[in-house]
């Protein structure tokens, strides 16, 4: 529908497209809006405006939203207009795409709820001016939540209302790597600034009933960097610093040329709040598509708060961390962070008290043909210890002693292999060790638990979970993940047995070749010689596949991956 004039609605359904120089909507009227609102002119609602669907586009020259408090779901200010909201208690449920001029004024909240939270497109080409609130859906109030501001010049009185900055134990903390002791530092002055990109300790109380934070100010926009970030390895920060979303969207931690991370290790490490006591929880970490416990990934959502590492080298090591736009996805629903699934063979071991319904701690062990058995900073993840008495400390060491929450190994060419193991109590009791994820496992690795003290050898892909009592403890050089090949074992029906495999380059593309591969299917890594995945994907059939990627001229290594069977070959690729 197009009108060149304005629009006075009185009662109307719009289901597709309504056009016009600018709407009022009178008081007593309704309307349900399904579809888009183009508007050359000005918006003023006094009447009742319901927008589950579509988006009110602003593409005058000067605009302005008026009148009573209206909920939109999407907004859109067009490339030539600056439009103007003139009065208070508008809200969002969606995405603001700005490629004009917003003047927000105080008047917009981005609203959270349990399904999605609001945010600002980062790929508009204009701006978004004066103070907007944002909110942040917590799915319980129990304990700690590493936050962050998305905002130029936010301070701690932004979050007075959401916990009690005057409590007789502080409730919100910076952390402060330089220290010897525990890095974390009380503040809860409310004029103290919630400084950009950096991430504090917020404690929420001891409700469990979901709560939604907010906080108000002037949003970030473009490239965002932090001051310098350092490693002094002091005993108990050892490097690590707690950093944030800077942005009113989430972030991809993945993004390639979106980050600068100088002398920064690629893994982040998200805290979840414990359910029992306040004031501990654990950790889970992610790095290069793998996740420690499933559930933390690359996906950092808006206002999360989560640690980096700055790398170890001649101490002290100065790091340097920046993020542009093109890191920001218009992902509505990130559930604070989630996994974005790595496509080489994995397991993930958890250890839990599991007879009392303690939280589990998970190690994760991956296999890259690029990997090696010391630390990697591109490849593997740190642990950081829990503070929940009620999980045990999981990791594995590096062959150069470093502990790890996410260990990426070399894909086995000998016929056995180990790993070791620490397990670490702070309680005395029954643990069970259990085999909770083995993912594209090919079907000849086995894969065993070795308890050397108790000379107990448990499978974790036959046997049922190794249970034992512990005492409390550090538990080092007793438990170790073995693997062992076993190629002469006969091939099940359905097996790869004859599967052939093939990489090639012409003219500048890269293919891959597949054939007789049992129920046609296999996974692909494209990795350069310095070990980064530049490309991951399934493939769905025998035959050639072209492997799209951002792919420069050089080497690369293909690796594929079937049931039973491995397979990597060198590919020169000339532009």
């Known amino acids: 529908m197009n009108l060149n004039r304005y629009i006075f609605i009185l009662a109307v359904l719009i289901p597709a497209v309504l056009r016009g120089q600018g709407l009022i909507i009178p008081s007593g009227a309704y309307v349900i809006s399904k579809g888009n609102i183009v508007l050359q002119a000005n918006w003023q609602n006094n009447g009742t405006f319901t927008q589950n669907t579509g988006t009110v586009m602003f593409n005058g020259n000067v605009q302005t939203l008026n009148g009573g408090p209206t909920v939109f779901n999407n907004i859109t200010v067009g490339a030539n207009s600056t439009t103007t909201i003139t009065t208070a208690g508008h809200s969002l449920k969606a995405v603001l795409l700005s490629n004009g001029t917003l003047q927000a004024g105080g008047n917009l909240t981005l609203l959270s709820t349990a399904g999605q939270t609001a945010l600002i497109d980062g790929t508009g080409a204009g701006e978004v001016l004066g103070n907007i609130t ?134 982040i490490y998200y805290f979840n709040a414990g359910t029992a006591d306040q004031y501990t929880g654990t950790y889970s970490s992610y790095i290069n598509g793998v996740s420690s416990d499933g559930i933390a990934g690359n996906i950092i959502g808006a206002m999360q708060g989560f640690f980096v590492h700055v790398s170890d080298g001649a101490y002290p090591v100065t790091g340097a961390l920046s993020v542009q736009n093109n890191t920001r996805v218009n992902d509505l629903n990130p559930n604070f962070h989630k996994e974005y699934p790595n496509l080489s063979p994995m397991l993930r071991l958890t250890a839990a008290f599991a007879d009392e319904s303690y939280p589990p701690d998970p190690v994760v062990v991956y296999f890259e043909d690029t990997a090696s058995t010391r630390f990697e900073e591109r490849l593997d993840a740190l642990k950081r210890l829990n503070t929940d008495p009620r999980a045990p400390n999981l990791y594995a060491l590096s062959t150069d002693n470093a502990m790890l929450s996410i260990c990426a190994w070399p894909t086995l060419k000998d016929s056995t292999g180990a790993i070791p193991l620490v397990l670490q109590t702070d309680r005395a009791g029954w643990i069970t060790f259990k085999g909770q994820d083995l993912e594209r496992i090919p079907a000849h690795w086995h894969i065993y638990l070795r308890d050397t003290t108790a000379k107990v050898t448990r499978s974790l892909q036959t046997e049922a979970p190794y249970r034992l009592y512990l005492n409390k403890g550090e538990y080092k050089n007793r438990f170790y993940l073995v693997f062992q090949r076993k190629d002469n074992a006969g091939p099940d029906p359905g097996s790869n047995n004859n599967a052939v495999f093939n990489a090639y380059s012409a003219a500048g593309r890269l293919y891959a070749n597949m054939q007789n591969v049992a129920a046609g299917r296999c996974y692909i890594t494209v990795t350069n010689l310095l070990g980064q995945v530049i490309l991951r994907q399934e493939l769905m059939g025998n035959g050639v596949h072209e492997l799209k990627g951002p792919l420069s001229s050089g080497l690369y290594i293909v690796s594929f991956y079937a049931p039973q069977l491995q397979y990597a070959k060198k590919v020169l690729v000339t532009q």
């Open 134 to 267: 944002m909110q942040r859906y917590l799915a319980s109030g129990f304990g700690y939540k590493y936050l962050s501001s998305p905002f130029q010049h936010a301070t701690v009185s932004e979050l007075a209302d959401d916990i009690d900055l005057g409590a007789s134990f502080p409730t919100l903390y910076r952390y402060d790597q330089s220290l010897a002791s525990s890095g974390w530092v009380h503040y809860v002055n409310p004029s103290d600034p919630l400084a950009v990109m950096q991430g504090y300790a917020a404690n929420f109380g001891t409700g469990a009933l979901p709560v939604t934070a907010d906080i108000t100010g002037v949003v970030n926009n473009h490239t965002v960097s932090l001051p310098a970030l350092y490693n002094n390895h002091q005993p108990y920060t050892l490097g690590f610093n707690l950093v944030g979303n800077p942005y009113p969207s989430p972030i991809d931690w993945d993004v390639s040329g979106g980050w600068t991370k100088t002398n920064i290790d690629d893994a």
